[in-house]
C-alpha cells in the first residue's frame, strides 16, 4: 500500500479547489458526514489535464469527530486500490489548516437519497449487486495477504454514477487486516453508524469482515423495504429495520414491509434468493453469515430470475463448519431422484452421513461420506422419508474436537412440519437456513474423521 510521501503526484493547489467550488459556496455544497461537508464543483482546465472535471470536494471540518488518520486512510485506501464499483480518487489539498479530499463525481448522489423512489426492482437489484462486487473485492480482491475492513457500510455511503452503478465510498474508518485465517478479526475501538453496525462488533469490540457483512444486510433490506435503517418515527420495533426485517422473514409474512412498487414488480424466486441471503447476511452468529462471493452469487442469480432467464438454476447455499478440514464431498439430487433416507453416524459430533435415493429403478444408496479412519462408533440414527416428504430447512451446530472444527448436531424440517433430530450434542454455535418445498437439490460439504463441513444445494424455477 503507498504511503503519503508516494502521493505527492495527486495533490492539486488549494486555489483550483476554491476556484472549483466557487470558494466553497452553499450554491456548491452537496452534503454533510462524519468527515466534514461535500462540495460538487469543476476543475479548472489547468488541474484537469488528466482527470475529470466534474469533482466531488469533501472539506475536513478539523473541529469534527475525524481528524488525520481518517485523512490519510481515506488517501492512501483509495490510491492503492481501484475496482469499478470502488469511488474513484483524483486528489487532495493539505495546504494550511485545510484537509480536502477530492473525487470524481457520481452525478446521482448516494442510494439513501433512492430509497423511497419508483427505482425498478430490476435497478435496485443491480445497485446491490455492483456494491456486493465492490465489497467482496475489498475482502478478497485487495491485494495478496491481506482485506479490507470498511467498517462503515450503508446506504449513504453506496454512491451511484450516471448509469445507476454503485460505487462504494467513505474509507476513513477502514481497517486492514491478514487472509491467512479463516475469520480475520482485529481488535479495535467500536466504530461505524447506528442501525447498521454489527451487534456482536459493538459489543466486544472485535471487527471481521462478517462485521461489514452485517452491515450489508442492513442495505438489501432497505433497498427491498424502502426505508432506512432507523426510522425515527417509530418508538417500538418497527424503529429499527434490521430487528424488523429478521421477524418478518422468519415470520414468512416480508411482504408486509416491502415498498409496494417493489412488492408488484418482484418475482416470487427472485424475492426469495434475494431475501434468503439478506436474512443469512443479518444472522446473530458471525460464522453463519455468507462470504461476500457468495452474496454476489445469490444477487446475480436473484437478478437473473427476475429479468427472465429461461433457466432451473441450483445453487450452493453454505458451507458451516470448516472450509479447510477434511476432502471435498457432494450428494446432490437429478431431477428424477427423491431423498428416501438419510442415515446419521453421531454421538457428541456427527462422524459421517450417507443417503438412499429413488427413482423408477428402486433405491440407490450414496457413498458414506466423513467416519474415515475407522472414526464410527457412535450412534447410528435413520431418518425415512414419506413419497411427498421433503426437506424445507436444516438446524445444526458447530463444535471442535481435536482442535479441529467439526459439524456437532444436526436438525432437519419438512414440508409436512416435522422436526427430525437433534442428532449430535448441541452446542451455542448455531446455524440454520429455511428454504420453500421443491427447492431441496441436495448436500455438499467436507468430511474425514467426522462431517467438518455441511452445506446444501437449492435450486429456483421459474
Known amino acids: 500500500m503507498a504511503s503519503i510521501r508516494e502521493l505527492d503526484h495527486l495533490k492539486i493547489p488549494l486555489k483550483d479547489i476554491k476556484l472549483a467550488t466557487n470558494n466553497f459556496s452553499d450554491s456548491n455544497f452537496i452534503g454533510q458526514g462524519g468527515f466534514g461537508r461535500v462540495y460538487k464543483g469543476q476543475l479548472p482546465l489547468s488541474a484537469s489535464s488528466t482527470k475529470p472535471d466534474r469533482v466531488a470536494v469533501k472539506r475536513l471540518d478539523v473541529k469534527g469527530g475525524q481528524g488525520q488518520h481518517e485523512f490519510l486512510m481515506e488517501i492512501v485506501m483509495l490510491s492503492s486500490y481501484k475496482h469499478d464499483n470502488l469511488v474513484s480518487l483524483v486528489g ?32 435496485r437489484l443491480q445497485i446491490c449487486l455492483g456494491a456486493a462486487r465492490g465489497l467482496n473485492y475489498l475482502h478478497d480482491g485487495a491485494g495478496e495477504g491481506h482485506r479490507v475492513l470498511h467498517r462503515d457500510i450503508k446506504s449513504s455511503n453506496i454512491l451511484l454514477d450516471e448509469n445507476w452503478e454503485a460505487k462504494v465510498s467513505d474509507f476513513g474508518l477502514s481497517k486492514i487486516g491478514p487472509t491467512n485465517q479463516e475469520f480475520t478479526f482485529l481488535v479495535t475501538t467500536a466504530a461505524g453508524t447506528y442501525g447498521y453496525a454489527d451487534p456482536q462488533y459493538v459489543s466486544t469490540g472485535v471487527l471481521t469482515k462478517e462485521s461489514d457483512v452485517y452491515s450489508f444486510g442492513v442495505v438489501l433490506f432497505e433497498v427491498l423495504c424502502g426505508r432506512l435503517a432507523m426510522n425515527g418515527k417509530y418508538d417500538d420495533e418497527r424503529r429499527f429495520l434490521a430487528h424488523l426485517a429478521k421477524v418478518h422473514y422468519e415470520e414468512g409474512k416480508l411482504d408486509e414491509i416491502i415498498i409496494p412498487n417493489v412488492r408488484k414488480q418482484i418475482k416470487p424466486d427472485s424475492l426469495q434468493t434475494f431475501s434468503r441471503i439478506a436474512y443469512q447476511c443479518l444472522e446473530s452468529e458471525r460464522k453463519q453469515r455468507p462470504r461476500m462471493a457468495v452474496i454476489v452469487e445469490q444477487l446475480q442469480i436473484s437478478l437473473e430470475l427476475q429479468i427472465g432467464c429461461n433457466c432451473r438454476r441450483i445453487t450452493r447455499i453454505g458451507l458451516w463448519g470448516s472450509s479447510t478440514g477434511g476432502s471435498p464431498w457432494s450428494f446432490k439430487l437429478e431431477g428424477h431422484q427423491r431423498l428416501r433416507k438419510i442415515m446419521i453416524d453421531h454421538n457428541n459430533w456427527i462422524y459421517s452421513m450417507s443417503f438412499t435415493t429413488e427413482d423408477l429403478s428402486g433405491q440407490h444408496p450414496s457413498p458414506t461420506h466423513g467416519g474415515t479412519g475407522g472414526r464410527s462408533k457412535g450412534e447410528i440414527s435413520e431418518i425415512n422419508f414419506d413419497t411427498d416428504e421433503e426437506i424445507t430447512g436444516i438446524l445444526g451446530t458447530i463444535g471442535v474436537t481435536a482442535s479441529m472444527t467439526v459439524i456437532s448436531s444436526l436438525t432437519f424440517k419438512t414440508n409436512k412440519k416435522n422436526i427430525i433430530g437433534p442428532f449430535g450434542k448441541e452446542t451455542r454455535d448455531r446455524f440454520s437456513v429455511p428454504w420453500d418445498a421443491g427447492s431441496f437439490a441436495g448436500f455438499y460439504g467436507r468430511a474425514g474423521s467426522y462431517l467438518d463441513g455441511l452445506g446444501c444445494y437449492l435450486k429456483a424455477t421459474i
Open 92 to 123: 487532495f489539498s493539505e495546504e494550511g489548516n485545510e484537509k480536502i479530499i477530492v473525487y470524481k463525481h457520481e452525478v446521482r448522489g448516494s442510494l439513501d437519497k433512492y430509497l423511497t423512489t419508483d427505482l425498478t426492482w430490476v435497478q
